[in-house]
């Protein structure tokens, strides 16, 4: 439905930044919300920041404060200020829309990008 490439993943100095950046080509005017999730090795995937169509944003409460996602002319962003060792994980963004054929939400993924917080 939604094809997203990101960009922006490297390797960051504790304290640092990294701007992650996802374009969204496709059925983009189905888009309902987007987002970015991260999977560290041994862990499970979690949430860290959505926005909708809209404009509301949400963040996991260990990025508060220190991430800022935002949307684009169907590319998404996410701002990461201050880096922690623990934000070392791959990140994943995510669209949610409405596929009209079949009457259901859908999500799509992009392929992930690695972060890596080390000094």
């Known amino acids: 439905q939604v094809q997203l490439v990101e960009s922006g993943g490297g390797l960051v100095q504790p304290g640092g930044s990294l701007k992650l950046s996802c374009a969204a080509s496709g059925n983009i005017f189905n888009i309902l919300a987007m987002g970015w999730y991260r999977q560290a090795p041994g862990k499970q995937r979690e949430l860290v920041a959505t926005?909708?169509?809209?404009?509301s944003t949400d963040y996991v409460g260990s990025v508060k404060g220190r991430f800022i996602i935002s949307r684009d002319n169907a590319k998404v962003y996410l701002q990461m200020n201050n880096l922690k060792l623990e934000d070392t994980a791959v990140y994943y963004c995510?669209?949610?829309?409405?596929?009209?054929?079949?009457?259901?939400?859908?999500?799509?993924w992009g392929q992930g990008t690695q972060v890596t917080v080390s000094s």
């Open positions: 995510n669209a949610r829309g409405w596929n009209s054929l079949a009457a259901t939400m859908y999500d799509s």
């Open positions: 926005v909708t169509s809209g404009g």
